[in-house]
């Protein structure tokens, strides 16, 4: 049964394979590989690569910070409505992200609803670096807070209660028994959040706009390009492509193993 | 009278996948019947594609339906986005009719792949601010003000180019805090008060009503921006097209674009 995949399968499936790797080989063949250092080493590109990183990295320490205790919550806490909690810790990966990038200026933009109190406190985010980061943030902590949240709901319980019996505290196990032994599902999904971050676009646009060296990331710089350099725009994106697969071997398949153990 | 011999499981999963396959491809036969009987009332069911510049957006889905009535079976489909990605697109080869950049720089650019482009309309500059104008600006030197938060389009779009010319002309320095990729998102962040003035043109002001204030530049520090139609030479519908660039000059589209705040020349 395994064997011998049946013909009426293997068409649609070699489709969906070349739907996928067509525009991939695209990239890479008709990247200017003749000056493409000099291309990824101009200072418009390098401003931009620097911008990227520092904004995902930031992304990843917001994710980290605040998405593990979140998965917590979600795998091990007792409260009510936990269901519609993680239905809207996946919305962001479902959403168009111009669309969250209306709803992050209707939130948290200078007219919005929050936006007087965060005036008060002295913090503005359209049009700066922050707001680069709480969009690239929005968009990829759910990619941490799923991932961690199937490894610790598959974990045998029976570790955290032997080192309650012990007399650890509840932070304590958290800590010493259960981050431990969930770190290879941690790893992937800061990997995953990390990418995600790298390669945002549409929500750092819509909210925090388009300005080299305080929001125009690697993204946002290839969408530009592409109208009037579209080499150079394929340049970038070759950059952004093998980071992406650099991301992904790295993983080899933890991400579905995480699912995987989710169901 | 003998039992049928019932299916192996999976040979009947595989016949149901195969009529799930060939469904859809049924349905889509059925739809070019239909589209051949339009086709045989007269006219040819052509939809035109129209690749427009964004500032054009409020003005010719106005157009469309009076265009339409008087072109039987022919139906607009507009695609509104920044000159230069519009002329990219056409670059790249999209399958498209017509189209319209709000500069004549842009049309150039794709002269190899357009037939001989018409002006239909032209455009001014202006700034706008969030309605009732509270941050009191008064002239292009204000957009240097360190208070103020000011978006501008990005230099690769026309809008940007000509406002860049004008900032340039006057001699002011302005600090953005964003380059956006089209007049609308400029309008649009001044409208949601998340940025205190832009400049964007005259046209993009009169179309959100009370929601911007505009602040007219003097006629001797503005440009004016000229908006050429033309027909791709790859169009699928080169008639059609020819027949939607011909009314962009009429009388007709004129009086729509005055009122919508451009000029025609």
Redesign the interface.
């Known amino acids: 049964?395994a064997r011998g995949t049946?013909p009426?399968?293997l068409v649609?499936a070699a489709a969906a394979v070349l739907l996928l790797a067509v525009p991939l080989a695209g990239i890479v063949t008709r990247a200017p590989w003749g000056d493409l250092g000099e291309r990824l080493a101009s200072p418009r590109v390098s401003q931009a690569l620097g911008l990227s990183l520092l904004v995902s990295g930031w992304a990843l320490v917001l994710s980290l910070l605040l998405g593990i205790p979140l998965a917590w919550v979600l795998a091990r806490g007792s409260l009510r409505g936990k269901a519609l909690l993680r239905s809207l810790v996946l919305l962001p990966m479902v959403l168009p992200p111009t669309v969250a990038g209306v709803a992050l200026?209707q939130g948290f933009?200078?007219?919005g609803l929050v936006g007087e109190e965060l005036r008060m406190l002295g913090i503005t985010l359209?049009?700066t670096t922050a707001g680069a980061v709480v969009a690239a943030t929005f968009i990829s902590m759910p990619f941490l807070v799923i991932t961690l949240e199937g490894a610790l709901t598959g974990l045998d319980i029976r570790y955290e209660e032997a080192a309650a019996t012990m007399g650890a505290g509840t932070l304590q196990t958290l800590r010493y028994v259960t981050l431990p032994m969930v770190l290879p599902s941690l790893l992937a999904g800061a990997a995953l959040t990390w990418a995600r971050a790298l390669g945002e676009f549409g929500a750092t646009?819509t909210f925090?706009?388009?300005?080299?060296g305080v929001?125009?990331t690697l993204p946002l710089q290839v969408?530009?390009l592409?109208?009037?350099d579209?080499e150079g725009a394929t340049a970038v994106s070759l950059l952004l492509l093998a980071v992406a697969g650099a991301v992904l071997f790295g993983l080899r398949g933890r991400w579905l193993g995480a699912f995987a153990r989710r169901g | 009278m003998t039992a049928p011999t019932p299916l192996p499981r999976?040979r009947l999963r595989?016949a149901l996948?195969?009529a799930l396959?060939v469904l859809p491809l049924a349905a889509c036969g059925g739809g070019d019947g239909d589209g051949g009987s339009d086709g045989a009332n007269g006219q040819a069911g052509a939809e035109v594609t129209v690749l427009a510049a964004a500032s054009l957006t409020d003005v010719l889905e106005e157009a469309a339906p009076l265009f339409e009535q008087a072109h039987d079976g022919v139906d607009l489909r507009f695609s509104f986005a920044?000159s230069?990605?519009l002329?990219?697109q056409v670059?790249?080869g999209l399958p498209a009719d017509v189209l319209v950049t709000a500069d004549t720089t842009t049309m150039a650019d794709v002269a190899d792949r357009t037939g001989e482009p018409v002006v239909v309309a032209t455009n001014e500059l202006t700034l706008v601010t969030a309605s009732g104008n509270p941050e009191g600006v008064a002239d292009l030197a204000d957009l240097a003000r360190d208070d103020l938060?000011v978006?501008l389009a990005?230099p690769?779009?026309p809008v940007g180019r000509y406002g860049e010319q004008v900032l340039a002309d006057a001699g002011v320095e302005v600090a953005?805090?964003?380059?956006?990729?089209n007049v609308r998102s400029v309008l649009t962040?001044v409208a949601?008060?998340?940025?205190d003035a832009g400049i964007v043109y005259a046209s993009d002001a009169a179309s959100v009503g009370d929601r911007v204030t505009a602040v007219p530049l003097p006629a001797e520090r503005n440009v004016l921006a000229e908006y050429p139609a033309a027909v791709l030479t790859e169009a699928p519908h080169p008639e059609a097209a020819a027949d939607f660039v011909a009314w962009l000059g009429s009388a007709e589209a004129a009086e729509l674009f005055t009122a919508a705040g451009f000029r025609v020349p």
């Open positions: 049964m049946p009426v399968l649609p200026l933009g200078r007219a359209p049009f646009l925090a706009g388009n300005l080299p929001t125009q969408y530009l592409m109208q009037e579209p | 999976r595989t996948c195969a396959l920044g230069q990605e002329a990219a670059r790249e938060t978006v990005a690769e779009v953005p805090a964003s380059l956006e990729t962040k949601l008060g998340e940025a």
